[in-house]
């Protein structure tokens, strides 16, 4: 079985602008490559999580999700780093038109897109963590049973949807990343 770091995208990888799917809006969060390429090293599957409720809300388009995808990760290979999965949510329960408005298991704090990176990658979740900044994210892992590690960038856990406790909280993705090797190297 393998072990993965679960990344939410917006406010870890890049800088959150709000329902950010413009390529002219594509800027790194502070610590993340740096981050990335830790990880990368670490012998960690790495896979992006990240909702995209933007999409069922009618703000930008799958198409246009998938063209921001492959700038990214076109520029993170430009740093030697490479993503093994991506999966996203683009439903909304009450706010999403047509096909995207349901209550599916892929929107966090559901785990739905841990479970098919599970099937896809072979991953045991107890030996993942997942690394987000809101609270949405803190409560997946939980569910999950994965080590969680709540970040300072983005939207720093401010959102209020859930009351969580952390594994443990981290200044941006570099400092997890080191929380992680870290913790690894003990056990």
């Not at 439903?91 to 559901?110: L, Q, S």
């Not at 409560?139 to 970040?151: F, P, Q, S």
């Amino acid at each position: 079985m393998n072990k993965a770091i679960f990344l939410d995208r917006d406010g870890i990888i890049n800088v959150d602008t709000g329902y950010t799917h413009r390529i002219e809006d594509l800027e790194f969060e502070q610590g993340a490559i740096e981050g990335l390429k830790l990880l990368q090293s670490s012998g960690f599957k790495r896979i992006i999580v990240t909702g995209q409720s933007g999409i069922g809300r009618g703000y930008y388009s799958e198409e246009d999700y998938h063209i921001f995808m492959r700038e990214m990760s076109t520029r993170l290979r430009m740093h030697r780093i490479t993503i093994d999965g991506i999966y996203f949510c683009p439903h909304h329960p009450e706010k999403a038109i047509g096909k995207y408005k349901m209550d599916c298991n892929c929107r966090k704090p559901k785990i739905g897109m841990l479970e098919q990176a599970v099937t896809d990658h072979g991953i045991d979740l107890q030996q993942s963590w997942v690394v987000g900044d809101k609270t949405d994210d803190i409560e997946m892992g939980t569910r999950a049973d994965c080590k969680t590690i709540l970040v300072r960038t983005g939207k720093a856990g401010n959102d209020g949807h859930f009351k969580v406790s952390p594994t443990y909280v981290a200044d941006n993705l570099l400092k997890a990343a080191q929380i992680i090797q870290k913790n690894e190297r003990l056990n």
